[in-house]
């Protein structure tokens, strides 16, 4: 059980509540009209290029620990998710900035989680989202209802593009291996309403 917690700590800590919100494309251009954009960015950006919808793998390092995880993007969740792997509503995050940088892109967010609490995140983003890109943040989390989430947190998340999603899983769903037990599905969509419901 203990297992479990250490997992799911890892996964909120790192994926989830490392959280600058994503905005849908004000443009209202689908990921099926133009190529996967590279991680360069245009001038004047309010969100992150959109990914090439299909299965991507992610690996997030934080605090000495490795969490490996597939999560499957379709048009509409890459439009709802960061490029780090967490669906959050606007009304969640108080501030969100994006802005270009050689290769990529650099944001700030601050957001509140719910009893994942309050994280404020400065990071940056390179590589291709037709392929494979890196993000590296600096987070700061306070007010989490579990006492080893807060504080300061660096993340390193490498992402790769596996293909289509396979039989079985639908956009926003992630699967984890948990060190020692099963492999799990969690839809990234229904833990953010979750999240939402835990700040009322």
Same mark, same amino acid.
């Given at each position: 059980?203990?297992?479990?917690?250490?997992?799911?700590?890892? $996964?909120?800590?790192?994926?989830? +509540?490392?959280?600058?919100?994503?905005? %849908? /494309?004000?443009?209202?251009?689908?990921?099926? /009209? #133009?190529?996967? #954009?590279?991680?360069?960015?245009?001038?004047?950006?309010?969100?992150?290029?959109?990914? %090439? =919808?299909? $299965?991507?793998?992610?690996?997030?390092?934080?605090?000495?620990?490795?969490?490996?995880?597939?999560?499957? $993007?379709?048009?509409?969740?890459?439009?709802?998710?960061?490029?780090?792997?967490?669906?959050?509503?606007?009304? &969640? @995050?108080?501030?969100?900035?994006?802005?270009p940088a050689p290769g990529g892109f650099t944001f700030r967010s601050v957001c509140n989680m719910g009893s994942s609490g309050t994280i404020t995140s400065n990071g940056s983003v390179t590589g291709d989202f037709g392929s494979a890109y890196t993000v590296k943040v600096k987070s700061s989390t +306070?007010?989490?209802?579990?006492?080893?989430?807060?504080?300061?947190?660096?993340?390193? $998340?490498?992402?790769?593009?596996?293909?289509? @999603?396979?039989?079985?899983? %639908? *956009?926003? /769903?992630?699967?984890?291996?948990? =060190? *020692?037990?099963?492999?799990?599905?969690?839809? &990234?969509?229904?833990?953010?309403?979750?999240? +939402?419901?835990?700040?009322?």
């Amino acid at each position: 059980m203990r297992r479990v917690a250490v997992v799911c700590a890892t $996964l909120t800590a790192g994926a989830v +509540a490392l959280a600058a919100c994503s905005k %849908k /494309d004000e443009t209202g251009a689908s990921a099926g /009209d #133009a190529p996967a #954009a590279a991680a360069t960015a245009p001038a004047a950006m309010t969100a992150p290029p959109r990914r %090439k =919808p299909g $299965l991507w793998s992610h690996t997030v390092q934080t605090a000495g620990m490795s969490q490996s995880t597939k999560v499957c $993007l379709d048009e509409d969740t890459d439009a709802k998710m960061t490029v780090w792997g967490q669906a959050a509503s606007k009304e &969640m @995050c108080s501030e969100q900035s994006f802005a270009p940088a050689p290769g990529g892109f650099t944001f700030r967010s601050v957001c509140n989680m719910g009893s994942s609490g309050t994280i404020t995140s400065n990071g940056s983003v390179t590589g291709d989202f037709g392929s494979a890109y890196t993000v590296k943040v600096k987070s700061s989390t +306070a007010g989490a209802a579990s006492a080893q989430m807060n504080g300061e947190h660096d993340m390193t $998340l490498t992402a790769r593009w596996e293909g289509p @999603c396979p039989a079985g899983m %639908k *956009g926003g /769903d992630v699967k984890v291996q948990i =060190p *020692g037990g099963p492999e799990m599905t969690i839809n &990234m969509e229904q833990m953010t309403a979750m999240q +939402a419901g835990g700040r009322k």
